[in-house]
């Protein structure tokens, strides 16, 4: 194929992402936030907001432009940061905190901008260096060349004698030395490598060689931190202060860290508006800032920006560098770095991780997919179909990790780095008191199914709160992430840490989301339990060419300490294949670390909420008929799950329910779409009450869940399989979770 050819690809897979973007019923246009603070103020009456979601959001709304919407006043802004349940936005200053709000955000801003410059480069290529993209995306041969003459003594840190641990070890000299001879070069950098370092490094090297560079990375959050290692590296004396004061190095968009808000744009362009503070140039207006913006772009020499930002900024896509350098490469969709090759003329530098998570998109075109989906590590045939790694000469592997207790980097570093990671000694730690299985098999916890096919399981939401409870009063300065493959299970966990105020001290997220984090404490939640007769195919991944591996290979390496495999371990035991990774994982911490009963945990998360508490059989019956009588006062409708009506107190349940009938009270029993009735529902239905189906997963028509949903009053919910401990209910009380599993537990349209 080539490189015209290529470029059509892209940029159909685009306008196919675009139009199922505007399609999707569950995109992000409108966007309800919960509340909001002010976190930081700024310049010309702007300040930063922090928002808490009711949805968890995807970082690839970043730069998005957003109107935020108060119910009195609609003012725009720009998406800055976005992961799990927590947006931070760039808009006027409206006070020092927000109600519940909606977020109003343009999806395909930045695609069609994308879009665009990709249309402009097919158009006319002749104004872009689509040699460099050639060669970068694998459809020119490179001459081998090697690195002679090294350039690593141009290193702040070798030119002062720095310690050895400040300085490269011998992979990432190779990967800077390399950097200054071949035209495209591939840093392989595994969890903890150093690979953010290495591109700092190497960018130090080509502003000290006087060569314009392009630093680009799929969020905010990851440029400020390369930005931030490069700072270091280039050390503050006098000849750099004076050069990034006059905008040698320039960040686009916003950064919330106080250590770059002098090299923003914004900030340039505040200072020189203060300078230039006459009336004829106050009277220039937005003529002059846009000059002013043009000018500080073209005289910069390392601009350092979000790939939207890179592809969306109209002065940054006529400006041409020498070197581009994409960190967090892995990610980043091919026809971003289609685009963003174009920009320049000599070099180009790509670290990443193949074997974490590719990019993702929305569209159900499998052409389109196909090319969205694909990492440039793919593209350029460093990696082969089957997933191994073809070692070219132009393929640098980072092996020295330095975030992961050793026994958490073992887990992954056989199946997944065929055992080429290095581990400092000071890492190293014995393996009961780094890794940690909590089953949750005692509990008999079974795992659910919304209609929309997202799995969730209750008790092990109850057993991970507790734990993070826990953990928290052992240490209240800990840094905790909790992971699950499964959007359903993080919007439970999250409801459930935010009734006990933890919201903002725990980051929740599904795996996807979390990539690029680290956290000194992970909790990875794997939700499937009985009676599902399989394992999601999450966490069935065997070969490092699996997504389900990939993503099995983030969750465990985002954990620096200590590693919690939340599950029932028989259950999984029995149901994974072989070959699986998870069970090669399970089996370690067996061996090895150390196994704990769930059930401790869910016992220290319903003591410490009020509102939740276990009911065993003896009172279930008194207090759930007292929550039905107290509904007939008019406080929201009454769901019932269709199995209570078997049971042998039934017929008073029955009796109740047709009294909530008769009192006005919407009543509505869930069963199993192919499932028998029972005569005491015939008899409700016959009487008025609306019966609703649920597709339920296969083989489980003989199985459900007994839930009780009371208005915004309470929320019951047990099981079958129980009782445990005497326990055969669950009685929620608190508002976000109660609301949570009422949303879990609908009927979608058309199920």
């Known amino acids: 194929m080539n490189i015209m050819a290529l470029y059509e690809n892209l940029k159909a897979a685009v306008e196919a992402e675009i139009i199922a973007q505007q399609a999707d019923k569950a995109n992000l246009k409108s966007l309800r936030a919960v509340w909001a603070e002010r976190i930081r103020q700024m310049e010309e009456e702007r300040a930063v907001y922090r928002f808490e979601t009711a949805k968890q959001v995807h970082p690839s709304l970043e730069d998005a432009p957003v109107v935020v919407d108060t119910g009195e006043v609609e003012v725009p802004g720009e998406v800055i940061f976005a992961l799990g349940y927590e947006v931070h936005v760039v808009t006027a200053d409206l006070g020092e905190s927000l109600d519940a709000c909606q977020l109003l955000i343009d999806l395909t801003f930045i695609l069609e901008r994308l879009h665009q410059l990709l249309e402009e480069q097919i158009r006319s290529p002749h104004h872009f260096e689509i040699a460099m993209a050639e060669a970068v995306l694998g459809l020119r041969r490179l001459a081998e060349v090697s690195a002679n003459g090294g350039v690593c003594h141009l290193l702040r840190c070798m030119q002062q004698d720095a310690p050895a641990h400040e300085r490269p070890n011998p992979e990432q000299r190779a990967a800077i030395d390399l950097s200054s001879h071949a035209p495209v070069l591939f840093v392989w950098g595994p969890p903890g490598t150093g690979k953010t370092t290495t591109l700092a490094w190497i960018a130090e090297v080509c502003v000290r060689r006087g060569e314009s560079v392009l630093l680009v990375s799929n969020t905010n959050v990851a440029v400020d931190r390369a930005l931030t290692k490069l700072l270091d590296a280039v050390g503050s004396d006098g000849e750099w202060a004076r050069r990034m004061a006059q905008g040698a190095i320039l960040r686009l968009g916003i950064s919330e860290l106080p250590l770059l808000q002098p090299l923003l744009l914004s900030s340039h362009l505040e200072r020189l508006g203060t300078a230039n503070e006459s009336e004829h140039n106050r009277n220039r207006g937005e003529h002059s800032s846009q000059n002013e913006r ?375 029993i869930l069963h199993a779409e192919e499932a028998d009735l029972h005569e005491r529902t015939v008899h409700l239905r016959q009487a008025g009450v609306r019966l609703t189906a649920l597709r339920l997963p296969q083989g489980r028509q003989g199985f459900q869940d007994w839930c009780v949903f009371i208005g915004r009053q309470a929320v019951w919910w047990g099981s079958v399989v129980m009782p445990y401990r005497g326990a055969a209910f669950v009685r929620v009380a608190s508002r976000a979770t109660m609301n949570e599993l009422q949303f879990l537990r609908r009927p979608r349209s058309g199920v």
């Open 294 to 668: 043009r000018r500080l772009i073209e005289k910069a020499q390392l601009i350092a920006c979000t790939l939207a930002k890179a592809a969306t900024d109209p002065y940054l896509r006529e400006r041409r560098f020498d070197v581009l350098l994409i960190d967090e490469g892995s990610m980043a969709p091919l026809p971003y770095v289609a685009a963003l090759a174009a920009l320049c003329r000599k070099r180009a530098v790509i670290g990443g991780d193949f074997r974490q998570l590719p990019p993702i998109s929305v569209t159900q075109d499998e052409d389109a997919a196909r090319w969205l989906n694909t990492d440039i590590f793919q593209q350029a045939g460093i990696v082969a179909p089957d997933g191994s790694v073809q070692h070219r000469w132009n393929l640098v592997s980072l092996a020295e990790q330095w975030r992961m207790r050793t026994p958490i980097c073992e887990l992954v570093n056989e199946p997944m780095y065929e055992g080429m990671l290095r581990t400092p000694e000071h890492l190293h730690g014995n393996a009961e008191d780094c890794l940690y299985l909590v089953d949750t098999a005692p509990m008999r916890a079974c795992s659910d199914r919304t209609s929309g096919y997202s799995h969730f399981n209750v008790a092990s939401a109850l057993v991970c709160v507790g734990l993070t409870q826990r953990l928290l009063s052992e240490n209240p300065f800990a840094r905790i992430g909790i992971v699950t493959p499964y959007n359903a299970q993080a919007s439970l966990i999250h409801a459930m840490l935010l009734d006990c105020d933890l919201a903002h001290e725990v980051r929740v997220a599904t795996v996807h989301r979390f990539q690029g984090e680290e956290r000194q404490v992970i909790l990875f939640d794997c939700v499937d339990a009985p009676p599902f007769g399989w394992v999601g195919h999450f966490l069935r991944g065997s070969s490092p060419a699996e997504e389900s591996t990939r993503l099995l290979n983030v969750a465990v390496t985002r954990a620096q300490q200590q590693l919690y495999l939340v599950g029932d371990a028989g259950y999984l035991e029995r149901k994974l294949p072989p070959q699986a990774l998870l069970r090669y994982i399970l089996q370690s911490i067996r061996d090895g670390g150390t196994v704990t009963d769930g059930s401790r945990f869910a016992g220290v998360a319903l003591d410490n909420n009020r509102l939740w508490r276990w009911v065993g059989e003896t009172d279930f019956a008194q207090m759930l008929q007292q929550d039905l009588r107290e509904a007939m006062r008019g406080r929201g409708g009454v769901t019932v799950m269709e199995p209570l009506l078997h049971r042998d107190d039934g017929e008073t349940l029955a009796d109740l329910l047709l009294n909530l009938l008769r009192a006005g009270v919407d009543v509505t």
